[in-house]
């Protein structure tokens, strides 16, 4: 579907940290780059009860903040133009008739509706943009995660939702699947001869994927506490990107080509049985330690936290695919708070050469190893062996470095920027179906399930560190290591 001529894009929750740290920057980038069409508007709701030009003032001093040298006054002038606001309570049907007024006729304009808000709220809003006729066949809703706690709770809330909107009016957004190098892993695997005929176990022998970070909850204890890394961050981010490198070549990019592939990985993890659990998986929490050179607070010593707290700020875990394409290769996740350092990358080891032809006085030959890393900087790197120069037969490991900002002399799209354009296109390729993520929670609930059984308290690591000494035992029962002790 292409991008329609008038189009208003609603920003719930838009005084929160979401909209002003990462929407708002996102589509000022995409009006300096001309990709937002002349007849975009873009309404932010809250309940504060702020004008439009109070509004502006708080969207630029953040988006100035946040865009640091890329902020450019002329162009933000011309930008929030676009933009206007209306005060409105979420629960309060009534209030809804301030934006019904802002829109006017809606047939005549297609609606992008970005719920940055509770998921508790999603049911009312849409409920009550049904009611005042504010949703056509042309409107697309934006749903943020978590969706649920558990299986019950997403269903319960897919449910309200679908009730108003039709499932390819709903966009459930997870923002790892829009970063350039997650991209790129797609252009790697299915635009070139070169990978695919290794792509198997035969010739992969682990995958490790890590989203690491350095900060604590920082303001969020209220929610974490509650919640925990398993489900903020396994259950969708981490098991999303396990199927991007693992799904079979799909017959098109069309969205639910994609997603039919997606869904099969999810559908043929092994479950982990309650007895397993404690040898598959590993739960941490973090405690008083260092972080940039400054002491940093345990966990239980958190703002918000509850005393004596087994909410996990670390999870790591091995997961199997059983298909004749992975069938013996671990596909190791994890993920924390506090850790040494703020890391998204997927690493895909190869089977070491069946035998050296350089003699025992040769150093050992490392496995090659393709890494593609999605933050701090997007990059991807193909790890080989050389020859070190010299007039001996000496090998040394050297990387392929594919620097995407050089080959391409253009400025890359921003995972948010890159999703925001998809909705306002009607692509649903990078955003999750319902039975996608539905799949994923009925293969973690059994994880949660036995934790809460467990009288096992999770296991501390110092903050600064890179998880609990469990996590390394982890892939070392089989003879694997975590990318960083290589």
């Given amino acids: 579907m292409s991008e329609q001529p008038g189009q208003d894009v609603v920003l719930f929750g838009g005084t929160g940290d979401l909209v002003m740290r990462k929407l708002l920057p996102a589509l000022y980038h995409l009006h300096c780059d001309d990709m937002l069409g002349a007849d975009v508007s873009i309404i932010g709701i809250a309940r504060e009860s702020i004008d439009t030009a109070h509004y502006r003032e708080i969207a630029r001093e953040h988006c100035q903040r946040f865009l640091k040298a890329d902020f450019d006054a002329s162009r933000w002038q011309a930008f929030e133009a676009r933009i206007q606001y209306r005060a409105l309570d979420a629960l309060d049907a009534a209030s809804f008739g301030a934006l019904a007024e802002c829109l006017g006729d809606v047939a005549r304009r297609s609606q992008v509706y970005y719920l940055s808000t509770a998921p508790v709220l999603f049911t009312a809003i849409c409920r009550h943009l049904h009611e005042h006729g504010l949703i056509t066949p ?74 690491a970070e350095q900060i604590g909850v920082e303001a969020r204890a209220g929610f974490y506490d509650k919640t925990g890394a398993l489900r903020d961050m396994v259950q969708n981010h981490l098991l999303q990107l396990l199927c991007i490198v693992a799904m079979e070549p799909p017959a098109s990019i069309d ?107 040769a150093a050992p030959l490392r496995n090659n190893r393709l890494v593609i890393t999605m933050q701090p900087e997007e990059s991807v790197k193909l790890h080989l062996q050389a020859k070190r120069p010299g007039d001996e037969m000496q090998l040394n490991p050297v990387s392929l470095d594919l620097d995407f900002a050089e080959s391409f002399q253009t400025r890359r799209l921003e995972a948010y920027e890159r999703l925001l354009m998809d909705v306002m296109r009607g692509n649903l390729t990078l955003f999750v179906r319902r039975d996608e993520q539905e799949a994923a929670w009925k293969w973690v609930e059994p994880i949660l399930s036995s934790w809460h059984k467990s009288a096992d308290a999770p296991k501390p690591y110092t903050a600064g560190t890179w998880g609990p000494a469990a996590s390394t035992a982890l892939p070392g029962r089989e003879g694997f290591h975590w990318h960083e002790e290589l």
């Fill in 138 to 211: 042309a409107s697309r809703v934006v749903l943020e995660k978590p969706l649920g706690h558990d299986l019950a709770s997403s269903r319960e809330i897919n449910d309200e939702v679908g009730r108003y909107f039709g499932e390819r009016q709903i966009y459930r957004i997870d923002h790892y699947l829009g970063k350039e190098s997650v991209q790129n892993l797609l252009a790697l695997r299915f635009g070139n001869a070169l990978f695919e005929p290794l792509w198997r176990r035969e010739w992969i022998s682990d995958v490790q994927i890590t989203v």
């Fill in 255 to 361: 969205a639910d080509a994609v997603r039919d592939e997606k869904l099969k990985i999810l559908r043929a993890l092994r479950p982990i049985a309650e007895a397993e659990v404690p040898l598959r998986t590993v739960r941490g929490q973090y405690r008083a330690g260092a972080s940039g050179g400054q002491p940093v607070p345990g966990y239980l010593d958190e703002p918000g936290v509850g005393a004596g707290s087994r909410t996990e700020t670390f999870v790591a875990l091995q997961a199997n695919i059983d298909t004749w394409r992975w069938a013996g290769v671990p596909f190791y996740l994890r993920t924390g708070k506090r850790m040494q350092e703020r890391l998204a990358e997927i690493v895909i080891n190869f089977r070491a050469v069946p035998h050296s032809i350089f003699g025992k006085g």
